[in-house]
């Protein structure tokens, strides 16, 4: 199976500050890549997919970029709504594969 | 708007089956350009895909699951199910039901399974 692997595993930021976040499959994926948002006590949340495309109502100030073996989530100016934990997925070879997960905290 | 909705006990003892079904509304389940997929969430750990159901009945799942996993498609009444057997304090998770074209576009809320005797 296709391993993820996300960094940094958590980080710590401010409101306003640009945050990224990579994610590295084990062997390339092209780009069969999506983004995910998850906050507790609700259902995870795609941010993109196809490894750029932004998913529908998503903010543009999310972006992603990537393609092969290294992967980016970008947040330009970060929100306070957007303190929760994401998640990468590949889905271009089975089993279907979520990376680890990056937290973003307030700092 | 689609909506997907888990259901199924909350508390399952050790080695009995797990049995979650999930109930589309505002879709068909039918539809052939969608999967229908089950992912959990243990306590404190990643997401986790157990597997996919086409409407046909046709189904992909996560070799980690063989030999305890069946999935089958209700499409007269909309909806999907798993069962997991012989089931272990490892298998305590929130369970999610989740649409994929390719990616997973809608989520279910989520229904927390705890094993435990």
């Known amino acids: 199976a296709i391993q993820l692997t996300q960094s940094p595993s958590s980080l710590s930021a401010s409101i306003g500050d640009r945050v990224s976040i990579t994610c590295r499959p084990s062997q390339g994926i092209a780009g069969g890549l999506a983004w995910y948002q998850l906050k507790p006590g609700k259902p995870p949340k795609v941010l993109i997919y196809d490894a750029s495309t932004l998913a529908s109502g998503v903010p543009s100030r999310f972006s992603g970029s990537g393609f092969g073996t290294e992967f980016t989530l970008t947040i330009s100016s970060l929100q306070p709504e957007d303190f929760a934990t994401y998640y990468c997925q590949q889905y271009n070879i089975y089993p279907l594969t979520f990376g680890p997960g990056t937290t973003v905290d307030i700092k | 708007q689609l909506q997907l909705q888990e259901s199924g006990p909350g508390l399952v003892k050790p080695s009995e089956t797990l049995s979650l079904t999930c109930t589309v509304s505002g879709a068909s389940i039918s539809s052939t350009s969608h999967y229908w997929g089950w992912i959990r969430q243990p306590p404190g750990k990643a997401l986790e895909w157990i597997g996919n159901?086409?409407?046909?009945?046709?189904?992909l799942s996560n070799p980690s699951f063989h030999g305890r996993l069946t999935m089958s498609v209700d499409p007269s009444k909309n909806q999907f199910s798993l069962e997991l057997t012989s089931v272990t304090a490892a298998d305590t998770a929130v369970y999610y039901c989740?649409?994929?074209?390719?990616?997973?576009?809608?989520w279910g809320q989520g229904i927390l399974v705890t094993v435990s005797s």
């Open positions: 159901i086409f409407y046909s009945g046709s189904t």
């Open positions: 989740a649409r994929r074209p390719h990616y997973f576009d809608y």
